[in-house]
């Protein structure tokens, strides 16, 4: 029987078909994502959404190129429509009588249902080629974001932190923001390694030490996780011992550091490597998760007065009367999980309709040959959700999203991509080409597309 264990995919099949075109807008919304634009504009100027618009546009263009039937119809894309769609309208309708309703929240999330779909209509259109391409351009994007990280002192002269340089963020305002990025870029470098095992193996290092240098505890908690999942799924018995011994040595050395202060770790950069071991060692308390299960026991007491219903959009974004995020700030703290915010602002509903997506999002994207890239990214926004109430609002997440949902549908494709409308801004329509939506790409009937054929 044929394994479902996820494999590294070789670079020969990719290679061996020739590219149809590269998207512009959709390179375009891959950069804004991957280097967290809108943030590192707004850390630098201090005005926000400096670059919608020019996102907006191209959203825009892969809506009109590649939106089709077969990907609107498909069931990952429906059930995410269908909860986010929920989401909005139980959470609005139950903040109508609130004098004080802010539709902030309600443009920014319609905001991401149009990011996703349009992202997600674009790999779902790609040739398997292209979206080798794509997925190898996300990962370059990433490593950049990534070298930016060790060079946050440096930066903040120019950009205005609100956190302390003892866990640096690179162009993103959150370290944790900024461990998520280093993540779902070694799930990339691993699933799409260089030519050179030399250049993979400086990818990596990148990528672990900027996710190591914002000592974000979930980064770390996820990074073994991933590992595992991989290990296990390898089925190999030398493999799984040199992994055991590799995370053997990885905590003896840890405890080592923390008792000998060997890299002169300040306090908050000690107690945090400290909670990491603790919380492998089963100690889920208010230290080890940074005063989380205060907010979630908050949260939690709030749902239990209202279930089955919700309180309104944005009331779990801030939990107010609860915790603030400093003595001296009117702020009050969200409740820092993402399942918690849609329990409580939207009610029981649309709840289960997230986990009925993600549920379907694991079992078919495990069936894809990209299922490390969908499984990888469904694990990290999975845990990012469960210790964030952002997670949904994060672009770079949703393109991870829009990628882990493009890669199930196509698993279950009868006919896996389409060719897209030529529009004039579209960087794969040359003269003459022409426009069709339903004649479908045959790469598996019939030889590849050649360059510049009509096949």
């Not at 998760?289 to 205060?294: D, M, N, Q, V």
């Not at 026991?297 to 995020?325: C, T, Y």
């Not at 549920?359 to 994207?365: D, E, H, S």
Request: aromatic share 10%.
């Amino acid at each position: 029987m044929r394994s479902r264990a996820l494999s590294v995919p070789t670079d020969a099949a990719p290679r061996a078909e020739k590219r149809r075109h590269r998207d512009l807008a959709g390179i375009t919304l891959l950069v804004f994502g991957g280097l967290n634009l809108n943030g590192a504009l707004l850390l630098f100027f201090g005005t926000q959404a400096l670059l919608s618009p020019l996102v907006f546009c191209s959203t825009l263009v892969l809506w009109l190129r590649y939106a089709h039937p077969s990907a609107v119809k498909a069931e990952c894309y429906v059930l995410f429509v269908a909860f986010l769609g929920s989401y909005l309208a139980f959470a609005a309708l139950f903040a109508a009588t609130d004098p004080h309703f802010d539709s902030y929240y309600i443009k920014f999330y319609s905001a991401t249902l149009i990011f996703v779909s349009a992202i997600y209509f674009w790999l779902t259109g790609c040739t398997k080629a292209e979206l080798a391409y794509v997925f190898r351009m996300l990962k370059r994007i990433l490593i950049v974001s990534c070298i930016f990280v060790p060079l946050s002192p440096y930066l903040s002269t120019y950009l205005a932190y609100s956190h302390s340089l003892d866990r640096p963020s690179g162009l993103f305002g959150n370290p944790n923001e900024a461990g998520v990025a280093a993540l779902f870029c070694i799930v990339l470098i691993v699933a799409y390694p260089a030519r050179s095992r030399v250049l993979t193996f400086g990818q990596a290092v990148i990528a672990l030490l900027a996710l190591i240098l914002t000592f974000s505890k979930a980064g770390i908690l996820t990074l073994i996780a991933l590992s595992l999942l991989f290990v296990i799924t390898r089925r190999s018995i030398g493999l799984l011992c040199v992994a055991i011994l590799t995370f053997t040595l990885a905590a003896l050395s840890t405890k080592y550091i923390l008792a000998n202060d060997v890299f002169q770790l300040s306090y908050d950069q000690r107690e945090r490597l400290a909670d990491v071991l603790n919380i492998l060692g089963g100690d889920i308390s208010t230290r080890t998760t940074t005063g989380r299960t205060l907010v979630w026991e908050l949260g939690l007491r709030r749902i239990d007065q209202q279930l089955p219903w919700g309180a309104g959009l944005g009331d779990f974004h801030a939990l107010v009367g609860g915790f603030r995020e400093r003595p001296d700030l009117d702020k009050w703290l969200g409740v820092h999980n993402t399942f918690l915010v849609i329990l409580g602002e939207a009610g029981l509903f649309p709840l289960l309709l997230l986990i009925g997506f993600l549920a379907r999002l694991f079992m078919i994207g495990s069936r894809s040959p990209e299922r490390l890239v969908a499984i990888g990214f469904s694990v990290i926004m999975v845990v990012d959700m469960l210790s964030s109430h952002n997670s949904l609002s994060s672009r770079l997440s949703n393109v991870a999203l829009a990628s882990a949902m493009a890669i199930a549908t196509r698993a279950v494709m009868k006919a896996p991509t389409w060719r897209p409308y030529c529009l004039p801004l579209g960087a794969g329509c040359r003269p003459g080409a022409r426009s069709q939506r339903s004649v479908m790409d045959s790469r598996i009937t019939r030889p590849p597309l050649r360059e510049g054929g009509r096949g």
